[in-house]
């Protein structure tokens, strides 16, 4: 089982950038595959960016409304996983949560989130 804590949210004004953290304990972090997701108020939570498992290549994809803007990366020495934004926009506002997805088993575990607001 894995655990997971996030970090490096807060208040940004729009165009601004902010780089979210995930440290993830008590497992092996490279065979987890690592996403991030978000959920603003009265809306479901949505995907923002993944990243594979090293053994699966540490392939990332991205939600259409973050491409060019966020880049998620994750280093395996530090068992963190990064995620830097960009450009920031009011409607990224929301909490942020960290995923981690174990190979083969497919179980998954989540942080307890960050707050992101983008307003002036």
């Known amino acids: 089982q894995v655990q997971l804590v996030e970090s490096g949210g807060g208040l940004v004004q729009p165009g601004g950038s902010l780089r979210l953290s995930c440290a993830a304990s008590g497992s092996i972090f490279s065979l987890y595959h690592m996403n991030w997701y978000r959920q603003a108020p009265g809306k479901q939570r949505e995907l923002v960016a993944g990243?594979?498992?090293?053994?699966?290549?540490?392939?990332?994809n991205y939600a259409d409304s973050v491409k060019g803007r966020f880049t998620i990366s994750r280093d395996n020495v530090k068992n963190t996983v990064y995620l830097q934004m960009n450009s920031l926009r009011p409607e990224d506002t929301a909490v942020y949560y960290c995923n981690a997805v174990r190979v083969v088993t497919s179980a998954d575990y989540w942080g307890q989130g960050t707050q992101v607001t983008v307003s002036s």
């Open positions: 990243i594979t498992s090293i053994t699966s290549g540490g392939i990332t």
